[in-house]
């Protein structure tokens, strides 16, 4: 098993930036391929970003394309999400995810941690 808490979440006005953490504990989370998904009330929880379990391998949805990074810290069980230049549609909780090898759909993840909620402002 492994168990995934998030921290980070805040309110920004739009432009603004922030950065999740999510610290991983349990069975050997370096071995697993990490990744952050969002959920908006009302709508499907969808993919933003992934890193392998390397650390040498990312991917992102189109929408947060070349304004989220994803890291990770396998000495620290940790994996980041920067946020740069955010917009409303940025908005909702953000959940932290494990899988055995990258997935970019929700119903393959493995674990799942609890949510940290963004809130952007125009």
């Known amino acids: 098993q492994v168990q995934l808490v998030e921290s980070g979440g805040a309110s920004v006005q739009a432009g603004g930036s922030l950065r999740l953490s999510c610290a991983a504990s349990g069975r050997s989370p370096e071995n697993y391929a990490l990744a952050w998904y969002r959920q908006v009330p009302g709508h499907e929880r969808e993919f933003v970003a992934a890193i392998n379990y390397r650390g040498d391998g990312t991917y992102y949805a189109d929408s947060v394309k070349g304004r989220f990074i994803i890291s990770r810290n396998n000495a620290k069980n940790t994996v980041s999400l920067r946020m740069s230049s955010l917009n409303p549609e940025d908005t909702g909780t953000y959940y932290c995810?494990?899988?055995?090898?990258?997935?970019?759909?929700?119903?393959?993840?493995?674990?799942w941690g609890t949510g940290t909620l963004v809130t952007v402002s125009s």
């Open positions: 995810a494990a899988s055995i090898v990258v997935i970019t759909r929700s119903s393959g993840m493995d674990y």
